[in-house]
């Protein structure tokens, strides 16, 4: 468990960065007049909440269980994860779209455009480096996997929250230097505004993409597909277990809820019986520290 990601450490990277971004941003899009450079500042802006919010998350999560929740709170940092995506959605992403066409309908010259390609190369070293912070909690957990397959099985919504943000930010600030340079060139400010709209196209992608995910896990996602059959296979080598019939799991956040239905190996007594099943238990504990709720059910047909 010493190699799990932490959630939090790449959070903190993106706060750090999209708060300096942001202000930088702002400073130079009413500086240079920069539609394109607007939008990426609203955008920074909405990270910067964003990290907020998924700290907020993570932090209500390791409320305990209660009566009222017995199940605990695990689901929080999904609900604010969903959050983070909506406000991705539309104020990074509607906004930056809003911007643009605005520009297109009423364009205005772009003053001092080295001052905001020297912001956005600012802006994608600082970006560069939270990915990178980043993509170093995320090959903790990735193991052998892509990065596209990761997205679509990791649990750890946080995670794939920032990952998102990160690269969504990285291709818009390319975007945007893209619209500054073709409007210094042609001295045609449509560039910049078509920069903004695309960058807003961009970020609603992504929003999406990051939505649909985090979406499965407030529904109720068991976890990873290996992780279960590796649960399946630690209990199929307990001598006290002839077969496991069905392993289900419930992913709440950090913690996981198991419930098991095996046929067990004779015993001479019940006090044997259920302490076959109690050691069980405790190996598979032992093995996966994030299972916090686990019901074993015996049974002698599936």
């Known amino acids: 468990m010493s190699h799990e990601p932490d959630s939090l450490k790449s959070i903190f990277f993106a706060l750090g960065a999209n ?30 909440g964003n990290q907020l919010l998924l700290i907020l998350g993570i932090r209500m999560a390791k409320k305990p269980p209660s009566p009222d929740f017995p199940l605990g709170h695990g689901k929080e940092v999904y ?12 104020m990074g992403g509607l906004f930056s779209i809003y911007e643009g066409i605005h ?43 892509g990065l596209l397959t990761w997205f679509r099985e990791t649990r750890k919504s946080e995670l794939l ?6 690269s969504a930010a990285l291709l818009g600030l390319s975007f945007a230097g893209i619209a500054v340079v073709a409007t210094m060139v042609t001295g045609n400010p449509i560039y910049d505004a078509i920069g903004s709209i695309g960058i807003g196209v961009l970020l609603v992608v992504i929003a999406g993409f990051v939505g649909v995910e985090v979406k499965s896990l407030l529904v109720g996602q068991g976890v990873e597909e290996a992780v279960r059959r590796e649960m399946i296979d630690c209990l199929n080598q307990r001598p006290e277990i002839n077969e496991v ?12 809820m198991v419930a098991v239905k095996a046929r067990m190996q004779p015993a001479p007594s019940c006090d044997e019986f259920v302490d076959n099943i109690n050691r069980c238990e405790k190996a598979l504990r032992k093995q996966f520290p994030q299972i916090l709720w686990l019901f074993f059910e015996p049974d002698n047909k599936k």
């Open 161 to 166: 929250v920032v990952f998102g943000e990160d």
């Open 79 to 90: 609900f604010w994860s969903f959050i983070v995506a909506l406000m991705l959605f539309s």
């Open 103 to 145: 520009k297109l309908h009423d364009p205005e010259p772009l003053n001092a455009p080295f001052v905001a390609l020297a912001v956005l190369l600012f802006s994608m070293i600082a970006e560069g480096v939270s990915l990178w912070g980043c993509l170093r909690e995320v090959n903790k957990e990735r193991r052998d996997m």
């Open 245 to 256: 019939f069905n392993l289900l799991t419930l992913q709440l956040g950090r913690d996981v």
């Open 19 to 48: 708060a300096a971004i942001a202000l930088a941003k702002i400073l130079a899009a009413l500086f240079t007049g920069s539609g394109a450079m607007m939008a990426e500042a609203i955008h920074s802006l909405a990270d910067t």
